[in-house]
């Protein structure tokens, strides 16, 4: 009995103690997103007063359709291709922006790999290298793509150069930190054994790990094609080529139906990305592991 009435207060104090420290975790947590609000000026008073200036934008936005004239031409008001009758250039500058975040995802991804394994803590030939190696992707990935594409335009000019190599420059940052942890958590045993059979540095990259990191970095890579796209739509605003620059000056100008046009348009491209990747991502990745 005694050893029982132990036991349930021994069971009774660390749930106390669990609890205590839950509230002070909950506490901490509270303090320091009053501190932050503070800091920020993110008053409730300011989020409540400018809720309905969102409403009163979307409503501007919104555009004028009419069940009798919805199928009319783009001369007829209120008809779906009055409201889209521009799409056939901002069909060309959407692909224009998809191709611009695909050969930044190529390249960016490239360099990440190429960076990735010295990164790794596993596979660094010694610390200062490891160290070297991760400061630089940071330094890649800390800079924001639009500040990349502030510089670069001012040294290659306006058009989509600039936005492809800042975004290409993110990426590395990007996937280079996500593929250097996929490695870190390999298994070592087949690298143990290359090595020991004399193989080379390289040689064991090769056959050892990358064999088994490979569908992380697929993974990896198309979820990065994703986010890039929408990236590049952004930079475009810095005058980095794509749909972006014309989202930009229509909202300069005050077009608000041309405005929304784009962003309906800009949500179809990405969710048909969204499903098409994700429908890739399955397929390549079964069969690297088969």
């Known amino acids: 009995m005694t050893t029982r009435t132990t036991i349930e207060q021994d069971w009774t104090r660390r749930r106390n103690t669990r609890r205590l ?3 002070g975790y909950l506490i901490a947590i509270a303090i320091c997103l009053i501190v932050s609000a503070l800091v920020s000026e993110a008053y409730p008073a300011a989020l409540w007063a400018g809720l309905p200036r969102v409403g009163e934008y979307f409503g501007k936005i919104t555009p004028t359709l009419h069940w009798a004239t919805l199928f009319g031409s783009t001369s007829t008001k209120g008809a779906l291709a009055y409201w889209f009758y521009r799409v056939d250039s901002w069909a060309w500058l959407f692909f224009e922006t998809t191709q611009m975040a695909a050969l930044a995802t190529l390249g960016g991804s490239v360099l990440g790999l190429v960076l990735c394994f010295p990164a790794a803590r596993n596979l660094a ?3 200062w290298v ?10 890649f990935r800390t800079v924001p793509d639009i500040v990349y594409a502030l510089i670069l335009v001012w040294a290659f000019g306006v058009g989509p150069l600039a936005g492809i190599l800042a975004i290409a420059a ?3 940052g990007a996937t280079g930190k996500l593929f250097a942890e996929a490695v870190e958590n390999a298994d070592m045993r087949p690298w143990d054994g290359v090595r020991s059979a004399g193989g080379s540095w390289m040689q064991a990259v090769r056959f050892a790990i990358l064999p088994q990191v490979m569908p992380n970095f697929l993974s990896y890579v198309l979820l990065r094609f994703e986010v ?5 739509a952004v930079i ?4 980095a080529g794509g749909i972006g620059q014309e989202l930009y000056q229509v909202i300069s100008l005050n077009y608000y139906e041309e405005i ?9 491209v990405i969710a048909a990305i969204d499903l098409l990747s994700e429908q890739l991502r399955s397929y390549a990745i079964g069969r690297i592991s088969a």
Do not use: C, D, K, Q
Not at 236 to 239: I, K, L, Q, R
């Open 21 to 23: 420290a839950t509230l």
């Open 125 to 127: 030939p010694n610390r």
């Open 130 to 139: 490891y160290v070297l190696m991760r400061r630089g992707l940071e330094l």
């Open 170 to 172: 993110h990426t590395t």
């Open 228 to 232: 890039n796209v929408r990236g590049a």
């Open 236 to 239: 475009g605003f810095v005058g």
């Open 260 to 268: 929304s046009a784009i962003v309906v348009m800009m949500i179809v």
